[in-house]
């Protein structure tokens, strides 16, 4: 990943609105590594420091209460649309959405968006399974009873991920990682 000024400045960004937050892992890692690795996995691939930028704070929206005009400020509007695009709406003229029906409506606008924000969508799906994966290889079973929701769920929304990817960017090497991971992840889990 190139360390330029504004993927720097993502860093630190990300790393402060992710401040105290943990991944659910065999062994409890701070939030901040999960949108590095998609970031990484992104930059691998010589992809825009804008497209790396929005990976670092992809889920800066969804989960930390910054706002687009937040990001459009420090960043600009091109990172701060595809963070747009690839956070989940969680409430509803102030009512929270349910899990299935947020997944719904995140591919719906996800179909819609463009080719970097397909790739910052796989790269996130590709760390999350992986993750799972990992943790699933140390704790086995027990690992199942920390999720929110089925195994089958998870499997039915990383399979539309991979549909997406599929159609979207169907030669892509990170497509072809996320077709990987979630073969192994259907062994795994179902």
């Known amino acids: 990943m190139n360390h330029t000024p504004q993927i720097k400045r993502a860093i630190q960004f990300a790393a402060r609105k992710h401040h105290g937050q943990m991944r659910r892992e065999a062994d409890p890692l701070p939030y901040i590594t999960h949108p590095f690795s998609v970031a990484l996995l992104v930059a691998e691939d010589g992809a825009h420091d804008d497209v790396v930028t ?5 889920d800066t929206i969804e989960d930390t209460g910054t706002t ?15 963070v747009v695009a690839v956070s989940e709406i969680k409430k509803r ?3 929270s959405i349910a899990w299935k029906e947020r997944k719904v409506d995140y591919f719906t606008r996800l179909e819609h968006s463009n ?6 969508a796989v790269a996130d799906k590709i760390d999350n399974i992986e993750s799972k994966l990992e943790a699933y290889a140390k704790e086995g079973d027990a690992l199942l009873a920390r999720w929110r929701q089925s195994p089958s769920e998870y499997l039915w929304y990383h399979e539309e991920a991979l549909r997406i990817a599929t159609r979207r960017l169907p030669d892509h090497t990170l497509t072809k990682r996320l077709a990987e991971a979630h073969a192994r992840e259907r062994e795994a889990f179902a």
Not at 68 to 82: G, P, Q, S, Y
Not at 115 to 120: K, S, T
């Open 68 to 82: 687009r005009e937040e990001i459009a400020a420090v960043f600009n509007d091109r990172v701060a649309d595809l």
């Open 115 to 120: 080719d970097d924000a397909i790739l910052i």
């Open 54 to 58: 929005a990976a670092l704070l992809h």
């Open 93 to 95: 003229n102030g009512k």
